[in-house]
């Protein structure tokens, strides 16, 4: 990490010979903890404090964050947030741009359906999600070409490593330059042993996995972003659950493998459901993977029943 400019006295002449004059410049908020937010400029990494107008605003500054800061009584703080192009909430990470959605090929199992709400909630929230399946070395026969079956069509990147033995792992370098890349997944999966491996050093502990329940032991502490391979990574606790939410009508359009199809249902509109000539359907167990055309069903009743209840008070 850069060296840390603090506020304090001539700090105002500093940040203008930064910004060639303006006193005001542009960066990208790396991690926020105890009221202080830290933004890599490119005059280094400054510590910030909040406007008091975005806390009357109800708006949060988050990691991942592009904002403009100023010099405001000796102090630096944020004075503008910029648009954000995607804004996750669990955790608070703005800007990402694609997620590595880990998975352990055994020990924990892969839990197909926290899976399958983890690539729906990154949909919704306009991040490509990649698949990373780690500990391939655990795997049964057939298992990597089960996983290409369930998502053919969707066009999602399947990465198959073990991250503990470095197997494969070129394969995730590659693609993090120009990214902003958060690691989600349930614990156990290797999520903090991936992020280690990167950045070449113990950045974070280690989780161990019970060797009863063989589950994770949660260990990732708050999130920051790290500068990696020309891009940043943010870590990420590891999710025991997610519940979806949306108005229903919306499910369809995070199932990337059905809008080739959608354009000749017999119906505008159609849910994909029980409509008569969808041809979404006729597509399931050819060019659409039945068992997740059947998590999308699922996931449908679970939305009616929500929204139904929730219209219903």
């Known amino acids: 990490m850069k060296d840390i400019i603090k506020g304090g006295a ?61 010099v405001e009584r000796d102090s630096n703080v944020i004075s503008e947030i910029l648009p954000r192009s995607s804004e996750l909430e669990r955790p608070m990470v703005a800007n990402v741009t694609q997620a590595f959605v880990v998975s352990a090929m055994r020990n924990p199992d892969i839990n197909e359906e ?30 990597m070409e089960e996983l290409r079956e369930l998502f053919m069509g969707t066009g999602y990147r399947l990465l198959f490593i073990g991250a503990k033995e470095g197997k494969d792992f070129d394969v995730i370098l590659r693609e ?4 902003i890349t958060v690691f989600c997944g349930p614990s156990g999966a290797g999520k903090s042993t991936m992020l280690n491996r990167i950045l070449g050093k113990e950045h974070m502990e280690t989780g161990v996995v019970s060797v009863r329940l063989k ?24 999710f025991s659950s997610i519940e979806l939410s949306m108005e229903t009508d919306e499910l369809k359009d995070y199932f990337p493998e059905f809008h080739q199809h959608e354009g000749n249902c017999r119906f505008t509109g159609c849910s994909h459901n029980k409509e008569p000539g969808c041809s979404v359907k006729e597509a399931v167990g050819k060019t659409i993977s039945e068992k997740r ?9 679970e939305l009616m029943e929500v929204n139904k209840k929730k219209w219903s008070r």
């Open 215 to 238: 589950r994770g032991k949660h260990t990732t502490r708050h999130s920051e972003l790290v500068n990696v391979n020309d891009g940043f990574v943010v870590d990420t606790p590891g």
């Open 114 to 143: 926290l899976l399958m709400k983890f690539i729906v909630m990154l949909e919704k929230s306009n991040i490509t999600p990649v698949l990373v399946f780690n500990k391939v070395d655990l795997s049964y026969e057939g298992q």
């Open 10 to 70: 001539g700090r105002a002449g500093c940040l203008a010979q930064i910004n060639h004059g303006t006193g005001a410049m542009e960066g990208l908020i790396i991690k926020g903890i105890g009221g202080f937010y830290y933004v890599s400029t490119e005059g280094g990494v400054v510590e910030c404090k909040a406007k008091g107008i975005f806390r009357l605003r109800n708006v949060t500054p988050m990691v991942g964050d592009k904002v403009i800061i100023e």
């Open 293 to 301: 055309y059947n998590y999308y069903l699922r996931f449908l009743n």
């Open 176 to 179: 993090l330059p120009g990214n």
